[in-house]
């Protein structure tokens, strides 16, 4: 099957600081690719969506300055969380799906923890 | 709004036995329903899916059944493992094939007990 990986798994910042999350699509291209996020015994929220060479498309209430996306190859996209603060601790998941197809294929999360 | 609803939280089975995971949803305009596998911090795995146009789909241990009527989907999983225990979530998308966004319920936890 499609295998989508995240880096780092796990990590630990100051407030204040920015951290970047890589998500990679290893073997597929993948045209485009959702950040989730999810807060404890919730569901998953999407936060954007972005195509490969253009802009992402934020969910309503989700800051696009504050998430910084950017989806600069078929494997590649990042999200940076800056100016991170504690309220901004959470498991964020990266999902991708190719062409046409209806099935995202999710990375293995990212834990933020913001002290 | 959630227009994708699993109204139970949690579900215990007997291995061997049958689960049954529900699922509702409100937007008639889905097209494609997808459900996916979850265990604690790690990322959802995709299990089995089913288009609109289908009201059963099976691979082996799993099935999904459809009833656009009703608005309602189930997954079937027969017979259940201990392994199979986690965070089962439904999901529709109603954009085609196009950016294909994914609605998520809240998930279902489902225990099987040896």
């Known amino acids: 099957g499609a295998v989508v990986s995240q880096h780092p798994s796990w990590v630990i910042c100051k407030s204040g600081t920015s951290v970047k999350i890589e998500c990679r699509s290893l073997?597929?291209?993948?045209?485009?690719m959702f950040w989730y996020r999810q807060f404890p015994k919730q569901s998953l929220m999407l936060m954007a969506t972005?195509?490969?060479?253009?802009?992402?498309?934020?969910e309503q209430g989700v800051e696009k300055d504050k998430f910084l996306i950017n989806h600069a190859s078929l494997t590649l996209s990042t999200l940076t969380v800056t100016s991170a603060h504690p309220e901004d601790s959470s498991f964020y998941i990266c999902?991708?799906?190719?062409?046409?197809?209806?099935?995202?294929?999710f990375g293995p999360g990212t834990r933020l923890t913001v002290t | 709004d959630q227009q994708v609803k699993q109204n139970s939280p949690s579900l215990s089975v007997q291995e061997g036995r049958i689960s049954i995971l529900n699922c509702d949803y409100t937007?008639?305009?889905?097209?494609?329903f997808l459900w996916y596998k979850k265990y604690p911090a790690e990322g959802p795995t995709f299990l089995i899916s089913?288009?609109?146009?289908?009201d059963k789909n099976e691979d082996g241990r799993f099935t999904v059944f459809l009833n656009k009527s009703a608005k309602h989907l189930s997954l079937h999983i027969v017979p259940s493992q201990p392994g199979d225990s986690a965070v089962y979530f439904c999901?529709?998308?109603?954009?085609?094939?196009?950016?294909?966004?994914?609605?998520f319920g809240k998930g279902t936890k489902l225990s099987v007990k040896p």
């Open positions: 999902s991708a799906k190719g062409g046409l197809v209806y099935e995202q294929y």
């Open positions: 073997d597929f291209q993948a045209t485009t």
């Open positions: 972005s195509n490969e060479g253009s802009k992402a498309t934020y």
């Open positions: 937007n008639s305009m889905f097209d494609y």
């Open positions: 089913i288009s609109s146009i289908k």
């Open positions: 999901a529709a998308s109603e954009y085609g094939g196009s950016q294909g966004n994914l609605i």
